[in-house]
């Protein structure tokens, strides 16, 4: 019998009675309560382990009754029953506290399943106060380094949501560490001990996605020779991570989102369909809002997906975090290669500091992991840099070779096309580094490559331009 207690507070006799009912045959301990008031009350006589609050309710209504609990010194674990429409109170409850939402009517496997993931937080309460205070004390969350208050922000954004199984979509440059704040997300949740996976939807061909993702039977396509289980599979009672959200294909995105919404998806070639127990987390380098305009990202997987957002400054933005960067990363590099750099030189520090990080903290770390592999002493000096390495201010003719030139009626395309080739000149064809200067992504990259190159056909078989 499992001693967990459940409040539920409802204004609708039938659905709080309802609910306690089908709670109470899954072996928990349940009481209700008419409104925010009772609930209140109850609350503070019962000692309940859990709180399953109605949104709209008389007298006081569940966000409320969240605000009057979180006063109280002991803390306990809300769930908020939302319409049709309130998904963005709800929401907003959770930046207040909550641990998670379900919308009525009542999808009774997510509710079980939000229930025993919220038995499974209690358990690991107290290793998460432990990793809280080392955060308020060292400014460090996992693998994230950052005492600046743009940081910060980000940590206590992630701490809220952590616990919750809500949807979160991590925006920002690309090198700024969207990744490791989803498996810090990961690490501090109750999904801690399953599996985390990360797929890059640039980087996988579109004819592919869908197998990876959903997974297929033997013989749903040419070369699929035996089944083959998907992310979502993998992923089971643990965490996905869809990286570069806005380069995967609409028409799996409408698959996506149904899975998102009903738990449930079906492999290619099998006509039934799984149950899935998955915490989805997306990820993006562009402004998603542009994404749903230009009509790269669904407008309703947007906000499925927009449950909670949390935006990574570009480093340049929070330099003060550079030198326990510097420290973090080079304790880092020097595990990996078995070396013992233990400092950076004072002149270094400072152009490092000058330097305006347009990969953001993946080339300080690229810069830091070649400097300590060419470095023959504990401390790294600016001959260990990259050649070249944080030319602030590019000598005139440089500067003058690296700009691109537009003339009045020049079309934006035309504009594009310019930057894209000016970039890729001015990085010796890099493809990787120029995507990353763009802000685009390398399958973007090579798609309007590819544009170009059949422009450039075309205007040869009609024998070139005026």
Request: proline share 4%; glycine share 8%; aromatic share 4%.
């Amino acid at each position: 019998m499992n001693q967990e207690k459940i409040l539920i507070v409802d204004d609708e006799e039938n659905e709080r009675t309802g609910l306690a009912e089908l709670i109470a045959a899954w072996g928990y301990r349940t009481e209700t309560a008419r409104d925010g008031v009772e609930g209140l009350e109850k609350a503070a006589a019962w000692g309940p382990d859990l709180i399953i609050t109605d949104l709209k309710m008389p007298r006081l209504d569940g966000m409320g009754l969240l605000e009057r609990l979180a006063e109280q010194p002991q803390t306990v674990a809300v769930i908020l029953l939302t319409a049709q429409g309130s998904v963005d109170s709800a929401v907003q409850a959770m930046k207040m506290g909550a641990y998670d939402y379900i919308q009525k009517p009542v999808d009774v496997q997510r509710l079980r399943s939000i229930l025993q993931n919220a038995a499974r937080l209690r358990e690991t309460s107290v290793e998460l106060e432990v990793t809280r205070r080392k955060l308020r004390d060292t400014g460090v969350l996992g693998s994230l380094v950052g005492p600046s208050k743009k940081m910060q922000e980000i940590f206590r954004l992630i701490d809220l949501v952590a616990p919750s199984t809500a949807s979160v979509l991590i925006t920002g440059e690309s090198g700024t560490g969207k990744e490791l704040v989803a498996r810090t997300i990961h690490n501090l949740s109750p999904r801690k001990s399953r599996p985390f996976l990360a797929i890059n939807c640039s980087a996988i061909p579109e004819t592919l996605i869908e197998s990876e993702i959903f997974g297929h039977e033997k013989g749903a396509f040419t070369g699929a020779l035996e089944r083959r289980a998907g992310c979502f599979e993998l992923a089971e009672e643990g965490t996905l991570l869809l990286d570069e959200i806005g380069e995967m294909p609409v028409a799996t995105q409408a698959k996506l989102l149904r899975v998102l919404e009903d738990h449930k998806f079906r492999r290619l070639g099998s006509k039934v369909e799984t149950e899935v127990d998955v915490r989805v987390l997306a990820a993006t380098n562009k402004v998603p809002e542009e994404a749903v305009a230009s009509g790269h990202l669904r407008n309703d997987l947007y906000y499925r997906l927009n449950v909670f957002n949390i935006h990574m400054p570009p480093l340049r933005e929070h330099k003060e975090d550079v030198p326990p960067l510097v420290e973090a990363l080079l304790a880092e590099v020097n595990r990996k290669h078995q070396r013992h750099v233990t400092s950076v030189a004072d002149t270094v520090m400072n152009l490092f500091h000058n330097y305006a990080w347009p990969g953001n903290v993946r080339e300080l770390r690229n810069t830091l992991e070649r400097a300590v592999i060419v470095c023959e002493s504990s401390t790294v000096e600016m001959k260990h840099l990259p050649p070249g390495f944080g030319s602030v201010t590019p000598r005139p003719a440089v500067q003058e070779a690296n700009a691109v030139r537009l003339g009045v009626g020049t079309t934006v395309e035309e504009a594009e096309r310019l930057l894209i080739l000016k970039t890729l000149e001015a990085t010796n064809n890099n493809k990787t580094r120029a995507a990353e200067i763009l802000g685009i992504s390398l399958k973007t990259l090579h798609n309007k490559l590819k544009e170009y190159g059949s422009m450039a056909e075309a205007t040869a078989e009609t024998g070139g331009i005026g």
